[in-house]
C-alpha cells in the first residue's frame, strides 16, 4: 500500500480549495499558509483559538510518543488499522483523516498495515502544534496539519476514513468531510480502562457502567468492538508518561499524583471500545454545502 498526502484541503477562513504552491498552501482569495520546514502547515486561524497554545503541551506530547513507542497500545493500533482498511476498494485509492492524531503513532501504523489498497491519501491534524511537529519530523508520507475538529479545513465530501481515537467528535463537521458511504471510526475508553491507575489516584472510583451506544445525527451505526487486555509496566518514567497523556494528570489532587509518582511497577488493564459508523446523510445535504465563517 502506499501512502501519499492528501491534497483537498480547504482555506480555514473561507472554505475555498487551498491549492499548492512552492511551499505555501493558497486558495482564490489569496488566503496563504506556510508549510513549516518540517513539512506540516498551520490551519487554525488565530482567531479561532480558544489560547495561546492550545492542545497537549510539549512535554505531555513527548511521554505520549515515549509510552506508545514502547508498544503498550499496539493491539489497539492493530485493531484500528484493520478496521479502517475494511470494505475499502482492492486496487483503488482512498482516504483518511485522524480527526486528533496527536504525534502520529496510529497513523503510522496504519500506514505500515498490509491492505489490498493500491493508494491511500493520509491526513493526520491536532489542536497541539507541538503534536503536529513531532507527527511530521517522524513521518513525511501523510499531510500534516495544526487545525480544530470544529471547523475541519477540509473540503466537503472528499474522505473516505474518519479516525477519532480518545478525542473530541464533532459529528457535524465529520459527516460534512465524508464521501457518501464513507465511515466513521471512534474509538472511546471502556468503563475499566485504567481502573488500577485510577484507583491510586483518587479516593473513590464512581461506579461506570457501558451504556448503549448513542447514534449521532447522520450517521448510522455499523458495529461495536470491546478490547481488553492487560500490561505490565515495570517502569516508575512509563508511568509518569502514561499519566502525563491522560486527563488524569489535571484532575488528580497533589496526593493522588505523589502516590502515582511513587510506583515502580504497575498491572493495568487496558479497555476501549471501537465504534463504526456509515454516512447515511445524502451527499447533498445543507450541511454539505454551507460555508463555514
Given at each position: ?8 484541503l ?17 486558495c482564490a ?11 506540516y ?16 503541551s ?6 505520549r ?12 493500533a492493530?485493531?484500528v488499522?484493520r ?13 483518511c483523516?485522524?480527526?486528533?492524531c ?9 500506514a ?10 493520509m491526513?493526520?491534524l ?5 503534536a ?15 487545525g ?29 468531510v ?17 481502573r488500577?491507575?485510577r484507583?491510586v489516584?483518587?479516593?473513590t472510583l ?11 445525527e ?8 470491546n478490547?481488553r ?7 516508575a ?27 515502580t ?5 487496558v ?5 463504526r ?7 447533498g ?9
Open positions: 500500500m502506499k501512502i501519499s498526502s492528501f491534497q483537498a480547504a482555506c480555514p477562513l473561507d472554505g475555498a480549495p487551498l491549492q499548492r504552491k512552492a511551499s505555501a498552501w493558497c482569495a489569496g488566503h496563504s499558509f506556510d508549510i513549516a520546514s518540517q513539512g502547515t498551520h490551519l487554525l486561524p488565530v482567531q479561532k483559538k480558544r489560547s495561546l497554545d492550545p492542545g497537549d510539549k512535554e505531555m506530547v513527548a511521554a510518543r515515549r509510552f506508545l513507542e514502547a508498544g503498550f497500545y499496539q493491539p489497539i492493530a485493531a488499522s478496521t479502517v482498511l475494511a470494505g475499502l476498494p482492492s486496487n483503488g485509492s482512498a482516504s483523516l485522524d480527526a486528533g496527536g504525534e502520529g503513532y496510529y497513523m503510522r501504523q496504519l505500515a498495515a498490509e491492505s489490498d489498497v493500491d493508494t491511500l491519501a491526513l493526520g491536532d489542536i497541539s502544534k507541538w503536529v511537529l513531532s507527527a511530521a519530523k517522524q513521518d513525511k508520507r501523510p499531510n500534516w496539519v495544526v480544530s475538529n470544529a471547523n475541519l479545513p477540509v473540503l466537503s465530501g472528499s474522505i473516505d476514513r474518519v479516525l477519532c481515537m480518545f478525542g473530541f467528535p464533532v459529528y457535524a463537521e465529520f459527516a460534512r465524508l464521501k457518501a458511504g464513507g465511515e466513521l471510526l471512534q474509538v472511546d475508553a471502556g468503563p475499566d480502562h485504567l488500577e491507575l484507583e489516584i483518587y479516593p464512581k461506579a461506570e457502567r457501558a451504556g448503549e451506544t448513542s447514534v449521532p447522520g450517521f448510522t451505526h455499523l458495529a461495536s468492538e478490547l487486555f492487560q500490561i505490565e509496566i515495570n517502569s518514567g512509563l508511568i509518569a508518561d502514561l499519566l502525563a497523556m491522560t486527563p488524569h494528570l489535571y484532575r488528580a489532587s497533589a496526593e493522588g499524583r505523589a502516590k502515582a509518582a511513587a510506583l511497577a504497575l498491572s493495568l488493564t479497555d476501549v471500545r471501537l465504534t459508523f456509515s454516512l447515511s446523510e445524502p451527499a445535504h445543507a450541511g454539505r454545502s454551507a460555508k463555514r465563517r
